[in-house]
């Protein structure tokens, strides 16, 4: 195949630009945030899928491919795309079958020293406490209206039946709740899908994680400390998941919706993944209400999960988890598209913001932070692989110019999850991860094969692009000691 690479332009030392002009179908022009070393990587399958992307109706400004971007379904994953909310469309290739996969960060004033003789006992506890790997099965099983009330409610569910603080809430992007979710249009076989999957982590890249935060890898003290991260050696838990079987039911069923209903839209696709319906159309806005119903399952999700590692921990120590500072830092959507509002053109403008593997980065002083993050910028959770750390970033003014206020989401993966299988045997990782200090437990060894590191990129250069290309800033890097993986 061709090299796509020469159909980009350099225009900054982060920021690589596909011109309007490289494709006659292109609508807008794409963006690419990658340093040089990202860039020297950068495989011809990103680029083709940024350009398809570009060509959809109802684009606005420019397509965005964040630092960690690949190849993925539909939109690349670290594609950024927001549509107008009058004329645009919605794709479900632009949101994902894992909809509203997230990030969520819990604080503990607990230390390295604290934990580490305990730390096999925790992760051991903390695997039975939350299922992990393909079909396990939560110890809350929903009834029909129960699941109802999830997909409506989110995270007030969980703090409603005494599984999550009230606190919870103000601390997750949209409050854990996105309005004008539909349950009466989510089929059947979803729901059956969906009833006993609330705190479960699932496979693939979703993880537990207990990480240490050193004070050299704190990179802005004023800003960590308001996230909760205010000690040398602090210990704090990431978990990774989202809407499980039931979220890739609801995109399954709408894709192929949108395929067999283009037609009397009048729209043309260059990629049957990238299959669409105007916003306004029964197709668009159906779809936006059981996307919005995935997304609430996904934050109950995640929040049941955090109520389980708090009983776990609680345990363990002896202490209750408000004892152990067992707070939420942040819960952010990677998978996901909301209306927001952003300056197009100098005015205040609608949009529907599509963000495939991305994470939304709004800067301080933006009316949808908590109050306690006014004066820092939104948290910003970046998962890295289970060999190199993680990162908590914040927000900042540049993104909401560059990407309508988004930034990556992990560090983005070098290698298929097949090759990976075929190069790395899981049984010597594991133990390859024992002896560098880090404790895991996984349902399988081949699913652990799937996460190496080598299978990933450089996370530390990830983080800089960001930087460089005005996306996020970053406040501290997270160790890994512990993890559970599906």
Same mark, same amino acid.
């Given at each position: 195949?061709?090299?796509?690479?020469?159909?980009?332009?350099?225009?900054?030392?982060t920021?690589?630009?596909?011109?309007?002009?490289?494709?006659p179908?292109?609508?807008?022009?794409?963006?690419?945030?990658?340093?040089?070393?990202?860039?020297?990587?950068?495989?011809?399958?990103?680029?083709?899928?940024?350009?398809?992307?570009?060509?959809?109706?109802?684009?606005?400004?420019?397509?965005?491919?964040?630092?960690?971007?690949?190849?993925?379904?539909?939109?690349?994953?670290?594609?950024?795309?927001?549509?107008?909310a009058?004329?645009?469309?919605?794709?479900?290739?632009?949101?994902?079958?894992?909809?509203?996969?997230?990030?969520?960060?819990?604080?503990?004033?607990?230390?390295?020293?604290?934990?580490?003789?305990?730390?096999?006992?925790?992760?051991?506890?903390?695997?039975?406490?939350?299922?992990?790997?393909?079909?396990?099965k939560?110890?809350?099983?929903?009834?029909?209206?129960?699941?109802?009330?999830?997909?409506?409610?989110?995270?007030?569910?969980?703090?409603?039946?005494?599984?999550?603080?009230?606190?919870?809430?103000?601390?997750?992007?949209e409050?854990g709740?996105?309005?004008?979710?539909?349950?009466?249009?989510?089929?059947?076989?979803?729901k059956?899908?969906?009833?006993?999957?609330?705190?479960?982590?699932?496979?693939g890249?979703?993880?537990?994680?207990?990480?240490?935060?050193?004070?050299?890898?704190?990179?802005?003290?004023?800003?960590?400390?308001?996230?909760?991260?205010?000690?040398?050696?602090?210990?704090?838990?990431m978990?990774?998941?989202?809407?499980?079987?039931?979220?890739?039911?609801?995109?399954?069923?709408?894709?192929?919706?949108?395929?067999?209903?283009?037609?009397?839209?009048?729209?043309?696709?260059?990629?049957?993944?990238?299959?669409?319906?105007?916003?306004?159309?029964?197709?668009?806005?159906?779809?936006?209400?059981?996307?919005?119903?995935?997304?609430?399952f996904?934050?109950?999700?995640?929040?049941? +999960?955090?109520? #389980?590692?708090?009983? !776990?921990?609680?345990?363990?120590?002896?202490?209750? /988890? &408000? *004892?152990? %500072?067992?707070?939420?830092?942040?819960?952010?959507?990677?998978?996901?598209a909301?209306?927001?509002?952003?300056?197009?053109?100098?005015?205040?403008?609608?949009?529907?913001?599509h963000?495939?593997?991305?994470?939304?980065?709004?800067?301080?002083?933006?009316?949808?932070?908590?109050?306690?993050?006014?004066?820092?910028?939104?948290?910003?959770?970046?998962?890295?692989?289970?060999?190199?750390?993680?990162?908590?970033?914040?927000?900042?003014?540049?993104?909401?110019?560059?990407?309508?206020?988004?930034?990556?989401?992990?560090?983005?993966?070098?290698?298929?999850?097949?090759?990976?299988?075929?190069?790395?045997?899981?049984?010597?990782?594991?133990?390859? +991860?024992?002896? #560098?200090?880090?404790? !895991?437990?996984a349902?399988?060894?081949?699913?652990? /094969? &799937? *996460?190496? %590191?080598?299978?990933?990129?450089?996370?530390?250069?990830?983080?800089?692009?960001?930087?460089?290309?005005?996306?996020?800033?970053?406040?501290?890097?997270?160790?890994?000691?512990?993890?559970?993986?599906?």
């Amino acid at each position: 195949m061709e090299n796509l690479k020469g159909l980009t332009n350099r225009i900054s030392d982060t920021i690589w630009e596909i011109p309007k002009s490289a494709d006659p179908d292109m609508n807008v022009p794409v963006h690419i945030y990658y340093n040089e070393e990202l860039f020297n990587n950068l495989d011809n399958g990103v680029i083709k899928q940024g350009i398809n992307v570009a060509t959809l109706p109802g684009l606005v400004n420019k397509v965005s491919v964040m630092p960690d971007g690949h190849w993925g379904y539909g939109f690349p994953i670290g594609g950024v795309a927001a549509m107008d909310a009058e004329k645009g469309v919605v794709s479900p290739g632009g949101i994902g079958f894992d909809i509203n996969c997230g990030m969520r960060l819990i604080q503990t004033n607990l230390t390295r020293d604290e934990v580490q003789p305990k730390l096999k006992q925790l992760i051991d506890e903390l695997f039975i406490a939350v299922p992990a790997g393909v079909g396990r099965k939560s110890d809350l099983a929903l009834s029909p209206r129960q699941l109802d009330d999830v997909m409506v409610n989110g995270v007030d569910w969980i703090i409603d039946n005494g599984y999550g603080w009230k606190e919870d809430r103000l601390f997750m992007e949209e409050q854990g709740s996105i309005p004008d979710a539909k349950p009466e249009l989510i089929s059947h076989k979803a729901k059956s899908r969906g009833r006993n999957q609330i705190g479960t982590l699932g496979s693939g890249n979703h993880f537990l994680e207990i990480q240490v935060a050193k004070k050299e890898n704190v990179y802005d003290q004023d800003t960590a400390s308001a996230f909760g991260i205010n000690k040398d050696n602090q210990v704090v838990i990431m978990i990774h998941s989202g809407s499980r079987g039931f979220g890739h039911q609801v995109a399954s069923e709408y894709l192929k919706t949108f395929l067999d209903n283009m037609p009397k839209y009048g729209l043309k696709i260059r990629d049957k993944e990238l299959a669409a319906a105007p916003i306004h159309s029964r197709d668009g806005q159906n779809y936006l209400g059981a996307m919005a119903s995935a997304a609430n399952f996904a934050f109950a999700n995640r929040a049941y +999960m955090m109520y #389980k590692t708090r009983q !776990v921990f609680s345990k363990i120590f002896g202490r209750d /988890a &408000e *004892e152990l %500072g067992m707070h939420l830092t942040y819960d952010v959507c990677h998978n996901i598209a909301k209306f927001e509002e952003h300056l197009v053109d100098g005015r205040k403008k609608r949009v529907l913001v599509h963000r495939k593997g991305a994470t939304r980065a709004f800067p301080p002083n933006h009316p949808d932070l908590a109050p306690q993050y006014k004066e820092y910028g939104q948290p910003v959770i970046i998962g890295g692989s289970m060999e190199t750390g993680s990162y908590v970033l914040a927000g900042v003014e540049g993104s909401m110019h560059e990407a309508f206020g988004s930034s990556a989401h992990g560090s983005g993966r070098t290698m298929s999850r097949s090759r990976a299988k075929k190069q790395i045997d899981g049984k010597e990782l594991e133990q390859k +991860m024992h002896k #560098k200090g880090i404790y !895991v437990k996984a349902a399988s060894y081949k699913g652990l /094969a &799937e *996460e190496a %590191g080598i299978a990933y990129k450089n996370l530390d250069s990830v983080v800089k692009a960001a930087l460089d290309g005005n996306l996020t800033k970053p406040v501290a890097k997270l160790l890994p000691i512990g993890n559970i993986k599906g």
